[in-house]
């Protein structure tokens, strides 16, 4: 059985995001996220989804 949400490390390691850039997409709205105490909590599949949303590399541009 997997994981389905993670903690902002895991989050961090899973993306190869940094954890600005994971803030930076829950402030604007882009990346959901769950508070269990004082734990940020981000589902897996929600960080898939907005990773596949990102544009795709354009070499020479």
Not at 10 to 23: C, D, H, N, P, W
Not at 37 to 43: K, S, V
Request: charged fraction near 20%; hydrophobic fraction near 40%.
């Amino acid at each position: 059985m997997t994981k389905a949400y993670g903690t902002m490390p895991e989050a961090v390691q899973f993306s190869g995001l940094s954890r600005t850039s994971i803030y930076e997409a829950l402030k604007r709205g882009d990346l959901s996220a769950r508070k269990a105490g004082r734990r940020t909590l981000i589902a897996f599949v929600d960080l898939e989804n907005y990773l596949a949303s990102l544009p795709t590399y354009q070499a020479g541009a």
